[in-house]
């Protein structure tokens, strides 16, 4: 049975920075197809970033060069490196994972079968 549990998040200022983690059990980080997802009262669910199995990675336009996704095969984990953060990033932030290895570039709109509890990202202005 996989399970994501999730931690970091909060609420920072803008410009500020957070990283967010997706502990894995029963699922191998390392060669797994997984994304951040986040959704936000109006927006629906926007796909943030992937990571594919080869360690290849996409992001929305909107937090290129601000997101990085990245794994830590040692802790079995997986991270969200949000800097410069903006108003605009508040959401409920998920991680997800499908269990099928992807040695293409993953799409942000994506399907995934497992999901973390979520967390909560506020940023102020």
Known sequence: ???LV???GGSVQSGGSLRLSCAASGYIVSTGSMAWVRQSPGKGREGVATINSVGETVYEDSVLGRF???KDNA???LYLQMNSLKPEDTAM????????RSLSKIP?????EDWGQGTQVTVSS
Request: aromatic share 16%; glycine share 8%; charged share 10%.
């Open 93 to 100: 932030y998920y991680c997800a994972a499908r269990g099928w």
């Open 75 to 77: 802790k079995n984990t």
């Open 1 to 3: 049975q996989v399970q």
């Open 6 to 8: 999730q931690s970091g």
């Open 68 to 70: 990085t996704i990245s």
């Open 108 to 112: 942000l709109d994506a399907s995934f």
